[in-house]
């Protein structure tokens, strides 16, 4: 495969959109150098480098919306603005001068619960920020992979990425990304569309391998088709061509399933994702 990350290499990224648009520009007439001076490296994440970037930051509203664990945050921030609004309406409504004892202890437990609901709020929006702020780093420096539309409805992608860490032989993975919940916007939805992801890796004790990895499209954090353009031309080629092909030998992984590849594109065998995370974890903490 093309793409790699590598383990262990120190910061060298740029990062503003005018500076890889320049280095776009300028590889077609100097051609590609090593890893260590590739226009598109990535900075440094977790100990490891990715050899091909998005180099921007997401959009964080946008981003906030369609990635799913932030999403999640923020439908439950709404509930529990909702549920204090309420809870200090009822506790005025109650308040009423000369309304006995009852009407005014209703009305400070009301207004006790309102604060305590504004405090896990305010929780939540720090996690929110906090969970934003990680998953920026990680969409801006992280590796770009491919991906294609092998269903449309429900909406599904297969994406391909490599495995291998450095360490042992040169594996690559399939891994399906459910979008029915999420969705895919600036991209038709028609089977065979490529769709340029960036994508989190996962380490396991003892493997000489990524466990898995996490792929989310670019038009996540982006409406810009000019930088969703420019993600697909990072890409080669060759490597949606390789995921095209494994795509027709109907090597299209399961919800929850990640298919092993190994260097000559042979596939190895057909992991559970949630069992491996598991195990080496397990081993982890042993």
């Keep these: ?3 790699t990350l590598m383990s262990n290499e120190p910061n060298k990224g740029a990062s503003r959109e005018d ?16 890893f260590d001076d590739h226009p598109y490296r990535g900075e440094e994440l977790g100990g490891a ?6 180099g921007f930051d997401p959009d964080p509203l946008r981003f906030a919306y369609y990635q799913p664990a932030m999403r999640i945050l923020i439908i439950f921030l709404v509930v ?19 309304g006995g004892w009852w009407p005014g202890i209703l009305a400070a437990a009301c207004y006790m619960v309102g604060a305590f609901l504004v405090f896990v709020g ?10 934003y702020n990680s998953s920026a780093k990680y969409f801006k420096s992280a590796l770009l992979t491919p991906a294609v539309v092998v269903e449309e409805k429900p909406l599904v992608l297969v994406a391909l990425a490599p495995l291998g860490d450095g360490s042992g032989p040169g594996y690559s993975g399939l891994r399906r990304v459910d979008l029915y919940s999420s969705g895919l916007p600036v991209h038709p939805h028609k089977r065979g569309e490529r769709v340029p992801c960036v994508s989190a890796f996962e380490r396991g ?12 499209p670019i038009s996540w954090g982006t ?31 399961k919800d929850d399933e990640l298919i092993l590849l190994d260097e000559e594109g042979r596939r190895l065998d057909t992991l559970s994702i949630s069992a491996e995370k598991e195990k080496y974890r397990a081993q982890q903490g042993a």
């Design 49 to 54: 480098t990715a050899e091909v970037c998005a």
């Design 122 to 131: 305010l929780l939540a929006l720090l996690f929110l920020v906090m969970g």
């Design 80 to 98: 529990v603005a909702a549920l204090a609004a309420g809870a200090f309406g009822g506790g005025y409504a109650l308040h009423a001068p000369g």
């Design 223 to 253: 409406g810009s088709r000019k930088l969703i353009e420019q993600c697909l031309g990072r890409l080669e080629d060759k490597d949606f061509d390789r995921l095209d092909a494994f795509i027709a030998q109907g090597l299209t992984p």
């Design 19 to 34: 500076e890889y648009a320049e280095a776009d520009r300028g590889s077609q007439d100097e051609g590609m150098g090593g």
């Design 1 to 3: 495969m093309g793409l």
């Design 205 to 216: 004790e003892g493997l000489d391998r990524w466990v898995c990895f996490l792929p989310e």
